[in-house]
């Protein structure tokens, strides 16, 4: 959900469509912060990014509203795989921001796809990400929000389209009982993972459970794919109007070892030919399917 107009606006807007969660992005996720530091004149701890008003009318908008489990996006220029020093360094900076300013809202957890290796080979890539993680790790303090490993489609050099990769990443890392999964399931669909018959869908949970854990998967995206099985293209639609069909969101809702888990809508905002808000349409569509 959109931040226009203020942090506590994204929780309104779910409220309004009738969301028991959000997600939203805690600063802007096409640009570098301003303050993106130098990390040769970098001495001190970013400053305090939101106001007490804003973190107070923030946790107050929650309250009065029901919507739960607040979660932050990262800046999609963040690349933890990066070969080049200066971008990988920049990542850093930029990650650690977005984990302390999600901290600030008590917000838990901060979505962040592992990352592209490039140019160099896809280990050296492995070994940036869990480095630039470990590095995070030092650098920030208890009250920071932690990281989640996006699941991706494996789009070009993107990294964590296996879930053995996260899971290497994962156990890569010094210290990594703060770390989770966000699976995603278009990109799942899109890297080549069969969602639709029941047998396929345990099968693909199975190996999930094996690479990284169920207790690691803190979050889903739910969205439908324009592009089909083993693809590697993401392109995210409505539910039940892509390629994967509302079967795999029929086994999804009703796996019971993922009742408690929040599972955000990322799927195009707007409306249909008949006016309908597309948020309302997706969320009925998962709800009926319950
Ligand atoms: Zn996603």
Redesign the pocket.
């Known amino acids: 959900m959109s931040i226009a107009g203020g942090l506590f606006r994204a929780v309104e807007r779910a409220a309004e469509v009738g969301c028991d969660c959000v997600q939203l992005f805690t600063g802007n996720p096409r640009s570098f912060p301003k303050h993106a530091r130098d990390p040769k004149t970098r001495s001190t701890a970013p400053q305090r990014l939101f106001g007490d008003d804003q973190v107070g009318r923030f946790a107050a908008t929650l309250a009065e509203t029901g919507v739960e489990h607040p979660i932050s996006h990262s800046s999609y220029l963040i690349n933890l795989a990066s070969p080049d020093p200066q971008l990988w360094l920049k990542s850093i900076d930029t990650m650690e921001d977005e984990l302390r300013r999600a901290g600030e809202l008590d917000i838990p957890y901060v ?1 962040v796809h592992p990352g592209a290796h490039t140019t160099a080979s896809s280990e050296a890539g492995m070994e940036n990400i869990v480095r630039a993680l470990d590095e995070l790790e030092k650098r920030l303090p208890d009250e920071a929000a932690h990281c989640l490993l ?1 699941t991706t489609a494996g789009q070009g050099t993107c990294l964590g389209w296996q879930f053995e990769q996260l899971g290497e990443m994962l156990n890569g890392v010094r210290c990594n009982d703060r770390l989770g999964v ?1 699976v ?1 399931t ?2 799942v669909f899109a890297a080549g993972y069969e969602l639709a018959e029941r047998r396929d869908y345990l099968a693909t949970i199975r190996r999930l459970d094996k690479a990284v854990g169920l207790e690691r998967v803190k979050a889903f ?1 739910l ?1 439908d794919s324009k592009t089909e099985c083993g693809s590697r293209v993401d392109r995210h639609d409505h539910i039940g109007f892509g390629e994967m069909g509302v079967e795999p969101f029929r086994h999804l809702v009703n796996d019971r070892r993922f009742r408690k888990t929040p599972m955000y809508l ?1 799927t195009r905002k707007g409306e249909d030919e008949s006016g309908e808000l597309w948020d309302k349409i997706n969320l009925q569509t998962l709800r009926d399917l319950a």
């Open positions: 979505v996006e966000c995603d278009c990109h995206h969205n990322e």
